[in-house]
């Protein structure tokens, strides 16, 4: 009896079913290299114009409706890396996408479809809303909550390289530097005018001397 038990438990363990679950948790094990996975399957991504939930909702829809008329569904795996947020195909473990926290405007789960997570990037000037659906509603709300951690990690990080000091922005700088200049240039051209000196103005044209009692000298000896 104890034979046959044994003799079934390894058969189970050497059955293509059990061996190719085991593969693909040895490959995605691969894939996070100990950062948070989730297996996920990435609908696509459309541009958007706001961050209304209305237009985002529309885009969930709109990628739904164009997955259905699909026979199959890879599985994707989203990993959250601690600067950025990545997408791989796990049978190949190529990459599909790649976005820095610091591009991401905002992650939820959809709130009319609750497997369903999104979140809206910025992408070289453009809004962008990529949907992932989940095989269940708490997948997409773990997803929500482990991203908005990376997000306070990064934050706090960037806190402590840069402290709280804040910078003066350069175009600040260049107008305090300019608006001083101004005022020296103010100050040289009143200085010229009172000693009947030869100045220049902003426009680097010369001002003409104010003293003129030399010349009316020179005149009277001549008559």
């Known amino acids: ?5 044994s003799h079934l438990v390894k058969t189970i363990r050497k059955s293509p079913a059990v061996l190719r679950q085991k593969f693909s948790k040895d490959k995605i094990k691969r894939l996070s290299h100990g950062d948070p996975l989730f297996k996920v ?6 541009k958007i114009y706001s961050l209304q939930v209305d237009q985002t909702h529309e885009v969930v829809t709109q990628l739904l409706s164009a997955s259905q008329g699909k026979t199959q569904e890879k599985d994707h795996a989203l990993v959250v890396r601690p600067r950025y947020l990545e997408v791989k195909e796990i049978a190949s473990g190529r990459q599909i996408t790649k976005t820095y926290l610091h591009d991401i405007a905002c992650c939820t789960a959809d709130p009319s479809i609750p497997n369903v997570f999104l979140y809206i990037c910025k992408h070289r000037g453009q809004l962008q809303c990529r949907v992932f659906i989940c095989n269940k509603a708490e997948k997409a709300k773990a997803i929500t909550a482990c991203l908005a951690k990376s997000f306070e990690r990064a934050f706090s990080d960037w806190k402590g390289a840069y402290g709280e000091q804040e910078a003066i922005p350069e175009e600040d700088e260049e107008e305090e530097t300019t608006t001083q200049q101004r005022r020296e240039t103010r100050k040289l051209q009143g200085r010229g005018t009172r000693d009947g000196t030869s100045t ?3 426009d680097g044209e010369h001002c003409q001397s104010l003293d003129t009692s030399d010349e ?8």
């Open 200 to 202: 220049e103005d902003e």
């Open 41 to 46: 399957h990435y609908l696509g991504v459309e």
């Open 1 to 5: 009896m104890s034979f046959t038990s």
């Open 216 to 223: 009316e000298d020179e005149r009277s000896e001549e008559h």
